[in-house]
T-cell receptor, first 113, second 112 residues
Framework: LAKTTQPISMDSYEGQEVNITCSHN???????ITWYQQFPSQGPRFIIQ???TKVTNEVASLFIPADRKSSTLSLPRVSLSDTAVYYC??????????????FGTGTLLAVQP | GAVVSQHPSRVICKSGTSVKIECRSL??????MFWYRQFPKQSLMLMAT?????????EQGVEKDKFLINHASLTLSTLTVTSAHPEDSSFYIC????????FGPGTRLTVT
């Protein structure tokens, strides 16, 4: 399973766009990139998943360059409630029979008023 | 999205006793479920893969005799912490799904 590297923490203010970049230099051809959000004392919550280029849903966008060795989670106009830990994971888990996920350190995003 | 539940949400037990934590997939069947442990201010650590109808697969360093996993049906996996000690106090989380993983809300175990 590919190892991921993210910044340990980031600070932002309400209303700003936040971009969190994750490095995954050893990503395999079959690997997908998935981002999760976790609040204290809760289980992680799925945010977005992609394979290449750009994916957008109602809460975030995921940008993946052509070499797929990194990805950027973009959160538009963050609010105080977006303060959480964000995890980037890669793995051959999209529709596969096994979905073993290895969590890295994650990025603690602190949004201030 | 799919829902995964855990029970209990928190439990306090005395050192030396055993505690069982349940993980249920409420609206889908899961042949595979995963158990994680998370200490304060740390990331999730995968403990084991729970396989329906067969033995669980444990990650390196996880004591299989201490953390008993039973996956008796397609919607239920249980984790039993045997002879619990204070160092077993942690946040235990399960997940299930095909492709996208859905996580349970977690169980806070405190061993006194």
């Amino acid at each position: 399973l590919a190892k991921t590297t993210q910044p340990i923490s980031m600070d932002s203010y309400e209303g700003q766009e936040v971009n969190i970049t994750c490095s995954h230099n050893n990503i395999a051809t079959n690997d997908y990139i998935t981002w999760y959000q976790q609040f204290p004392s809760q289980g992680p919550r799925f945010i977005i998943q992609g394979y290449k280029t750009k994916v957008t849903n109602e809460v975030a966008s995921l940008f993946i360059p052509a070499d797929r060795k990194s990805s950027t989670l973009s959160l538009p106009r963050v609010s105080l409630s977006d303060t959480a830990v964000y995890y980037c994971l890669v793995g051959d888990n999209y529709g596969g029979a096994t979905n073993k996920l290895i969590f890295g350190t994650g990025t603690l995003l602190a949004v201030q008023p | 999205g799919a829902v995964v539940s855990q029970h209990p949400s928190r439990v306090i037990c005395k050192s030396g006793t055993s505690v069982k934590i349940e993980c249920r997939s409420l609206d889908f069947q899961a042949t595979t479920m995963f158990w994680y442990r998370q200490f304060p201010k740390q990331s999730l650590m995968l403990m084991a893969t729970s396989n329906e109808g067969s033995k669980a697969t444990y990650e390196q360093g996880v004591e299989k005799d201490k953390f008993l996993i039973n996956h008796a049906s397609l919607t239920l996996s249980t984790l039993t912490v045997t002879s619990a000690h204070p160092e077993d106090s942690s946040f235990y989380i399960c997940s299930a799904g095909r492709g996208e993983q859905y996580f349970g809300p977690g169980t806070r175990l405190t061993v006194t």
